[in-house]
């Protein structure tokens, strides 16, 4: 069983299997579902209850639960929230990388020779600038941003080619609060 205690200033509601956490930055919603692990208001605390005691119940989901959990309570929603940073690399054809329409992430002139651009969505709330050789990713949920980060990266993702020598991409460089 784990226990947590938000923070000062923020609030929290379960209802069925939806967590939802709300602080001065926003709010982060999340669903938590499995039939031996569920979430449980006490008081002024969230209790995390196991009903079949494995490794994969207690360590497994109920440890990724409490994480997801933790991450929204002191992070996310109070510390300012979450920032990643990626690196635009390539060799010899300079790609451009922008965000249009405020969900879409945009590559074009990938490795050079290709004419139709590449696509990558923005997932939930995440906010993407672009500056220089520089994609900055911010935002209050932490799950929003792995994801958002991911698919730019599976955008340039190269095939048919020796990746030892065409490392053209965008790589996520760091990850911080």
């Known amino acids: 069983m784990f226990s947590l205690s938000p923070p000062q200033g923020v609030t929290f509601?379960?209802?069925?299997?939806?967590?939802?956490?709300?602080?001065?930055?926003g709010?982060?919603?999340?669903?938590?579902?499995?039939?031996?692990?569920r979430v449980v208001p006490d008081g002024n605390s969230i209790k995390i209850m196991v009903s079949k005691e494995n490794r994969r119940n207690r360590g497994g989901i109920a440890g990724t639960w409490y994480s997801e959990i933790r991450n929204a309570f002191r992070g996310g929603v109070t510390e300012g929230g979450f920032r990643y940073e990626m690196k635009i690399d390539y060799t010899h054809f300079p790609m451009r990388v922008s965000v249009r329409g405020g969900n879409r992430v945009?590559?074009?002139?990938?490795?050079?020779?290709e004419r139709s651009p590449r696509y990558a969505d923005i997932v939930g709330n995440t906010k993407v600038s672009v500056?220089?050789?520089?994609?900055?990713?911010?935002?209050?949920?932490r799950r929003q941003l792995g994801e958002t980060a991911a698919n730019i990266e599976r955008a340039t993702k190269i095939k048919g080619f020796d990746l030892r020598v065409f490392q053209d991409g965008v790589y996520l460089i760091s990850k911080g609060e």
């Open 13 to 25: 509601t379960v209802s069925d299997h939806t967590v939802e956490v709300k602080g001065k930055l």
């Open 27 to 37: 709010t982060v919603v999340r669903v938590f579902k499995d039939n031996y692990v």
């Open 106 to 113: 945009v590559i074009e002139n990938f490795l050079g020779g």
């Open 131 to 141: 500056k220089g050789d520089r994609v900055t990713l911010e935002g209050i949920d």
